[in-house]
């Protein structure tokens, strides 16, 4: 996702395209600050960027550097929304993925 995959409408919604894979996929969102374990020397902001999914979870983020206001800079994540291998769900990182990731570094 970049900068130009993003709009934010009056409201502070935002429209995003849901699934990488189709451009078609475009929804409604609102861009909401974790409260992070970070405080200080905190190196990045993180946001929630959707509305609660499947499982009253959120799907999309993204991790903008604190010395930054660029969405360029800002990395994003996009979790799996609903079952795998299921028709309707959208294939992403899992929990278990992240951790893995932790684990290694």
Do not use: C, W
């Not at 999309?60 to 800079?73: A, D, G, R, W």
Request: glycine letters at 6%.
């Amino acid at each position: 996702m970049s900068k130009e995959d993003l709009s934010i409408n009056q409201d502070g919604e935002i429209l995003y395209q849901e699934n990488r894979l189709d451009p078609n996929s475009l929804v409604k969102g609102i861009k909401k600050e974790l409260d992070t374990i970070q405080k200080e020397y905190k190196l990045s902001t993180i946001y929630s960027l959707d509305y609660n999914g499947p499982g009253n979870a959120h799907h999309v983020y993204q991790i903008q550097p604190t010395n930054s206001h660029s969405m360029k800079n800002s990395q994003f994540i996009y979790m799996q929304k609903g079952p795998r291998n299921e028709e309707g769900s959208i294939t992403g990182v899992t929990n278990e993925d992240l951790l893995e990731i932790v684990r290694d570094r």
